[in-house]
């Protein structure tokens, strides 16, 4: 059975292990690309982004992987599932990881027409086009001050997007700005049924952590918009020191919850940041809006139905 599950591992990553160039985002954020290895030129998933979902532009795949069919590898994901329920009493995993940015929130107006509407009392002359293209520019540039952008509450990485993004440095507006994305009103859930899914998931005592690429404004947002309590951790990379796809911050979100990585799941809507990052910590992943396109079925696959 453990040769029978590397197998169906093996055939699962190479589905997913090939990167190519991808689009990232929808609505404004429509053309930016990544590199072949998977960096983007926009780190859409972030405080100030637009994005709500990531899509990866790849070859279609190969009729098989290492010999497999498609109706057989999807016998085989089966299998691996029912193999670990008879492990873990009826439960695929005893650990639910979440992407915050993108799978758990997205944002509620684009990016650009904040920025504009905001800072027009400023002075803020530049038309959403403008804005949308100084910022996918200063986002690709690279950030020398940190090896991380996000360290404790972001705001230098933040003065310096904002500013190059729109050509004004008030500080009463970059402040204006930067609060507002802790409020209810910069932010939505992407799944209505979360909160009964996440209910049904810990009363069935599964755990569940957010983990996000993030600064300290993470906390408050939850709280905001008061869903901070379903979770029994938050690994922000902020605070963590580590940003996806370091294999870190994933491990650190396990060791919150007291589980091993191998009995927890991730799952995030970027290929390269939550798939291959959670794989590489040695948890499982499922790609949101791929794999699982909401969290009743991100339950239903580990077992507890809604």
């Not at 279609?60 to 299998?79: M, N, W």
Request: some cysteine.
């Amino acid at each position: 059975m453990a040769a029978r599950t590397r197998m169906i591992t093996r055939a699962l990553s190479n589905l997913t292990h090939k990167p190519k160039w991808q689009a990232l985002g929808n609505g404004l954020l429509d053309g930016i690309w990544a590199d072949p290895y998977g960096n983007p030129v926009c780190n859409w998933a972030s405080s100030f982004s637009t994005a709500a979902a990531v899509s990866q532009v790849e070859e279609p795949p190969s009729p098989t992987a290492e010999g497999i069919s498609g109706s057989r590898l999807f016998g085989l994901v089966k299998e691996y599932e029912d193999y670990r329920r008879a492990l873990y009493g009826g439960l695929t995993h005893k650990a639910l990881l979440v992407d915050a940015v993108g799978t758990l929130v997205i944002p509620s107006q684009p990016m650009a027409q904040i920025y504009r509407q905001i800072g027009e009392k400023y002075g803020v002359e530049y038309s959403e086009a403008e804005i949308l293209k100084r910022y996918r520019w200063a986002y690709e540039q690279p950030w020398g001050r940190s090896r991380l952008r996000y360290v404790n509450d972001g705001r230098p990485f933040w003065q310096h997007i904002v500013s190059s993004s729109t050509g004004c440095s008030d500080s009463q507006y970059f402040e204006e700005l930067y609060n507002y994305y802790t409020t209810e009103k910069a932010w939505h859930l992407c799944d209505p049924d979360a909160e009964k899914v996440f209910q049904a998931l810990r009363a069935a005592g599964v755990k569940l952590a957010i983990v996000s690429n993030f600064d300290t404004r993470l906390r408050p947002v939850l709280r905001a918009l008061n869903c901070d309590h379903w979770f029994d951790a938050v690994a922000v990379s902020a605070e963590v020191e580590a940003e996806k796809p370091n294999p870190t911050i994933f491990l650190k979100a396990c060791e919150l919850l007291g589980v091993n990585p191998e009995d927890a799941v991730h799952v995030g809507d970027d290929r390269r940041n939550d798939i291959w990052g959670a794989r590489d910590a040695g948890c499982d992943a499922w790609l949101w809006g791929s794999d699982v396109i909401s969290f009743k079925e991100v339950a239903q696959r580990i077992g507890v139905e809604v």
